[in-house]
């Protein structure tokens, strides 16, 4: 008690500032304790719950699989297996549950094809659990619309349609990026209507998801691709360049013949680039004649256009620019030349002095 | 009597596993699954299977190193069927050149699975 008193005495007489550093440094303690104590009980819970969800995961695994099989091979659905839903539907009301089942049938659904996937998919109608994705849709938080968009491709529920084409303009780029792949893996080109009047750029990575999809699918119809050609929506251009290359769309070259006016270098430089794959010798004349007034990413993309296509034709014209400054056209030119006329190529290295170019002739002598 | 034929199946997604599993024993086989490379080479080893089905992608040890392990040091002549997701092309090539007979592009139909698990068992 003598020993509390002189404690409590000393700290009276001690100066405020020393007094003040206690308090911070006492409240500072009880702050670091609480913490420790919350962070104990938050990591006992996530390691409760990841029990739980291994626990959850192989009865739904096993459970699952016990009701693929127990069909009667008919299109119907089996007595047992009527069972098994109604016990389902009961235990999917419960959050925790449902998201377990979602990601055991994800995880199978994504590896299996043919009767079993579509056993799975008939589950997801059977069960109800198409009506919790439907309901996140509405929900608040874009991390719940997109979860829900996610499930409804993956178990392929076309009637979302309408609900989900309103996304495709959310402020939100998950929930945008979702509604893309939804309405491109259910309606591959006919879902790619969004494009007619998107405003939100298509991210590089955005394009090549579309892409990929696209490519899973054969004998697809393909859309008209012109309007996305003129789109004001410069990514919308890109992407639309890609599919003309990937699905040679050759019916739309008047308009990328226009393409090579557009104020957008990049949309230019890519333009002459598909123009280039399609061996077209209509843009030949238009950027010969242009070839001063151009960029130097044109150019080059120009010359690689005339590996292709150049012909005796050209020969002025690619002997001019030997002497080209860029050293990438410098090397396309004699390269061409030596294509298209390769005694005028065999004598050039004696009316030339640049030593760039007596070093590159010599090296596609040899190569 | 006849034994049974033993496969393994060697495969990271366990519900795939535990389908494939319940699929092939009906066919009459015996399955052993590995969650994982590292598993699969335990289980060829301590059991000698007829036939090995092998994901490419997996923890700890790849199929690719699975098949090299079973080829090139157990110097088995073990028919092994690869399971390939898009975009793995030249894994697949790789799986070939190391000793593959067979392949499968993910998603699958498990029934023709066990066709092709049942001609190379022929």
């Known amino acids: 008690m003598n020993d509390y008193q002189n404690i409590l005495e000393y700290f009276n007489q001690l100066p405020v500032l020393v007094k003040l550093v206690w308090y911070v440094s006492f409240l500072l303690f009880i702050f670091i304790l609480g913490l420790i104590f919350y962070l104990k009980i938050l990591r006992n819970n996530l390691r409760e719950n990841e029990k739980k969800r291994i ?45 377990v089942l979602i990601s055991v049938m994800t995880k199978l659904v994504n590896d299996i094809s043919g009767e079993i996937a579509q056993a799975i998919h008939k589950f997801y109608f059977e069960t109800g659990l198409i009506d919790y994705s439907l309901l996140k849709l509405k929900a608040r938080k874009w991390e719940i619309k997109a979860a829900g968009i996610h499930e409804l491709t993956q178990f392929e529920v076309k009637q979302a349609y309408n609900e989900i084409e309103k996304l495709i303009k959310h402020p939100h780029k998950e929930v945008r990026n979702q509604a893309q792949l939804y309405l491109v893996n259910l309606f591959q080109f006919k879902g790619l209507k969004f494009l007619n ?35 004001n929506n410069l990514s919308v251009v890109k992407f639309a360049l890609k ?19 557009h104020n957008n270098k990049e949309i230019r430089v890519e333009t002459i680039k598909v123009l280039g794959y399609f061996y077209d010798t209509d843009s030949k004349e238009y950027l010969k004649s242009n070839f001063h007034d151009i960029t130097e990413g044109e150019q080059i993309a120009f010359f690689k256009l005339l590996e292709n296509i150049a012909d005796q034709t050209d020969q002025h014209f690619i002997i001019v620019n030997i002497s080209h400054p ?10 061409i030349l030596k294509n ?6 065999n004598t050039l290295k004696l009316a030339e002095n640049d030593i760039d170019v007596e070093r590159i002739v010599e090296f596609i002598k040899n190569n | 009597m006849s034994e049974k034929k033993k496969i393994v199946l060697a495969e990271d997604n366990s519900t795939l596993s535990l389908l494939l599993k319940f699929r092939l024993q009906k066919e009459g086989y015996d399955i052993f699954i590995a969650k994982d490379g590292k598993q699969a080479i335990e289980l060829i080893e301590e059991h ?14 790849s199929g690719l190193e699975v098949i090299s392990h079973v080829r090139n040091k157990l110097e088995m002549k073990v028919p092994i069927i690869v399971f390939s997701a898009a975009g793995q092309e030249e894994m697949v090539l790789k799986a070939f050149s190391l000793g593959a007979n067979d392949f499968m592009g993910k998603p699958f139909s498990p029934n023709e699975l066990v066709i092709r698990v049942k001609r190379l068992l022929s």
Do not use: C, H
């Open chain 1, 55 to 99: 626990k959850y995961q192989k009865i739904y695994e096993e459970n699952l699989i016990n009701y693929l099989y127990a069909g009667d091979g008919i299109e119907g659905i089996s007595p047992e297996q009527r069972v098994f839903i109604n016990n389902m539907k009961k235990d999917i009301s419960n959050t925790f549950n449902r998201n």
């Open chain 1, 197 to 231: 009047d998107l405003t939100y750029q298509l991210s590089e990575w955005d394009q090549i998801q579309l892409l990929e999809i696209l490519q899973k699918f054969d004998n697809q119809e393909i859309t008209d691709i012109t309007l996305w050609l003129k789109s």
């Open chain 1, 243 to 261: 599919l003309a290359k990937v699905y040679n769309q050759f019916e739309s070259k008047e308009t990328l013949l226009e393409l090579l006016k």
């Open chain 1, 326 to 335: 860029n050293f990438e056209i410098k090397l396309m030119a004699l390269k």
């Open chain 1, 340 to 345: 298209i006329n390769q005694p005028k190529f």
């Open chain 2, 48 to 61: 000698n299977p007829e036939l090995i089905l092998t994901d490419i992608m997996m923890p700890y040890i």
